[in-house]
């Protein structure tokens, strides 16, 4: 149902978080209003089902959308559309996570690998907080996590931190690159969206029985919350990556940054009995250097660890978030992200 509704009325909403990107890079183009409504009830229909992905999508979608219909409400030119498209995907993502600062950065940075546009700087920043404030003003509440003690810098500390963080930007790449890869290979096997979708759910519906669980089904938050307090099964990341690209490559709606907190978390919380380190410390730094590396984000990342966990461990943090996109490869999980400068290959 869902894929059929894109199919039939859905047009270039299709497209996702790239088609706003690829408008304010090129502008020569529009984000429809539906894109809002069908990504929200994709969204919905997702995870009432129990596909693997996340929230973030929708809400810069929503926002995105919506913001282009007010830009061209007010006739706004080519580069206020830019900004305030900007701001659509700011508010959307800070709110969603609340986090307006991280919202903040992300508008900006996710743009372009390396380059940061400083021009939307406060109107997204404005539009970022007001998107929080709105949402705590509905009563939603947002989930908290504690990174607990934060050891003192010490060489062999800093030493784990970085062998860690070099996995979690290796284990961003892989989920890179293997959600492209099953879109792809989807894609070419099933070419209609419908049929693609409908095996797609029987996939996973045979992958839940086949391992007897169904921790890794939507959005993972008790798994997420697990691994903050004892140490993940040394399988979880991988299997969480695995429900995700299926859910993602047969067409389902929602986004890639939930599952990847999941992925992260894990991970972190499975290194932190082997290289002896507090389980709820390493399980934060996985939890945004996953994310900063598939997103090719670490700014906004390290910010949002701040948030989430306060500054006691904020070195700590921007090792991780900035080792992970130096090892996470030129791509990223936003196909239409411009590469611009300062990552290697």
Same mark, same amino acid.
Request: aromatic share 12%; glycine share 14%.
């Given at each position: 149902?869902?894929?059929?509704?894109?199919?039939?009325? +859905?047009?270039?909403?299709?497209?996702?978080?790239?088609?706003?990107?690829?408008?304010?890079?090129?502008?020569?183009?529009?984000?429809?209003?539906?894109?809002?409504?069908?990504?929200?009830?994709?969204?919905?229909?997702?995870?009432?089902?129990?596909?693997?992905?996340?929230?973030?999508?929708?809400?810069?979608?929503?926002?995105?959308?919506?913001?282009?219909?007010?830009?061209?409400?007010?006739?706004?030119?080519?580069?206020?559309?830019?900004?305030? @498209?900007?701001?659509?995907?700011?508010?959307?993502?800070?709110?969603?996570?609340?986090?307006?600062?991280?919202?903040?950065?992300? +508008?900006?940075?996710?743009?372009?690998?390396?380059?940061?546009?400083?021009?939307?700087? @406060?109107?997204?920043?404005?539009?970022?907080?007001?998107?929080?404030?709105?949402?705590?003003?509905?009563?939603?509440?947002?989930?908290?996590?504690?990174?607990?003690?934060?050891?003192?810098?010490?060489?062999?500390?800093?030493?784990?931190?970085?062998?860690?963080?070099?996995?979690?930007?290796?284990?961003?790449?892989?989920?890179?690159?293997?959600?492209?890869?099953?879109?792809?290979?989807?894609?070419?096997?099933?070419?209609?969206?419908?049929?693609?979708?409908?095996?797609?759910?029987?996939?996973?519906?045979?992958?839940?029985?086949?391992?007897?669980?169904?921790?890794?089904?939507?959005?993972?938050?008790? @798994?997420?919350?697990?691994?903050?307090?004892?140490?993940?099964?040394?399988?979880?990341?991988?299997?969480?990556?695995?429900?995700?690209?299926?859910?993602?490559?047969?067409?389902?709606?929602?986004?890639?940054?939930?599952?990847?907190?999941?992925?992260?978390?894990?991970?972190?919380?499975?290194?932190?009995?082997?290289?002896?380190?507090?389980?709820?410390?390493?399980?934060?730094?996985?939890?945004?250097?996953?994310?900063?590396?598939?997103?090719?984000?670490?700014?906004?990342?390290?910010?949002?660890?701040?948030?989430?966990?306060?500054?006691?461990?904020?070195?700590?943090?921007?090792?991780?978030?900035?080792?992970?996109?130096?090892?996470?490869?030129?791509?990223?999980?936003?196909?239409?992200?411009?590469?611009?400068?300062?990552?290697?290959?």
């Amino acid at each position: 149902m869902i894929s059929y509704l894109y199919m039939k009325y +859905g047009g270039e909403a299709g497209k996702g978080n790239n088609l706003i990107l690829e408008q304010i890079h090129r502008g020569d183009g529009v984000v429809p209003l539906r894109m809002a409504p069908l990504v929200l009830l994709g969204t919905w229909t997702t995870h009432l089902f129990g596909g693997s992905a996340g929230r973030e999508g929708t809400a810069v979608q929503m926002g995105g959308s919506m913001s282009e219909w007010v830009g061209s409400w007010f006739r706004l030119k080519a580069p206020d559309r830019k900004i305030i @498209l900007i701001c659509g995907i700011g508010a959307g993502f800070g709110s969603i996570f609340g986090t307006p600062l991280s919202g903040t950065i992300f +508008g900006l940075e996710v743009l372009a690998i390396g380059l940061l546009s400083y021009e939307a700087l @406060l109107p997204c920043f404005i539009a970022s907080y007001v998107g929080h404030l709105a949402t705590t003003a509905w009563g939603v509440t947002h989930v908290h996590y504690a990174m607990g003690d934060v050891p003192a810098v010490q060489p062999m500390v800093f030493l784990k931190v970085v062998f860690a963080s070099i996995l979690f930007g290796l284990m961003a790449l892989t989920f890179i690159k293997l959600t492209h890869a099953m879109k792809a290979w989807l894609g070419k096997l099933f070419k209609h969206a419908a049929l693609r979708s409908f095996i797609g759910g029987f996939a996973i519906i045979g992958m839940v029985y086949l391992i007897g669980s169904r921790t890794y089904i939507g959005l993972g938050i008790p @798994l997420m919350q697990q691994s903050f307090e004892e140490a993940a099964s040394p399988l979880d990341f991988l299997w969480k990556t695995l429900f995700t690209a299926v859910t993602l490559g047969a067409g389902f709606q929602g986004g890639e940054v939930t599952p990847l907190f999941v992925i992260g978390s894990t991970l972190g919380s499975t290194l932190a009995s082997v290289l002896h380190l507090s389980v709820p410390f390493l399980a934060a730094i996985g939890f945004v250097s996953v994310f900063s590396g598939a997103a090719n984000t670490p700014l906004a990342c390290f910010i949002m660890g701040i948030e989430l966990f306060g500054g006691e461990g904020a070195i700590y943090l921007f090792i991780g978030c900035v080792i992970s996109y130096l090892c996470s490869g030129r791509s990223g999980i936003y196909s239409a992200q411009q590469l611009g400068a300062g990552k290697p290959k």
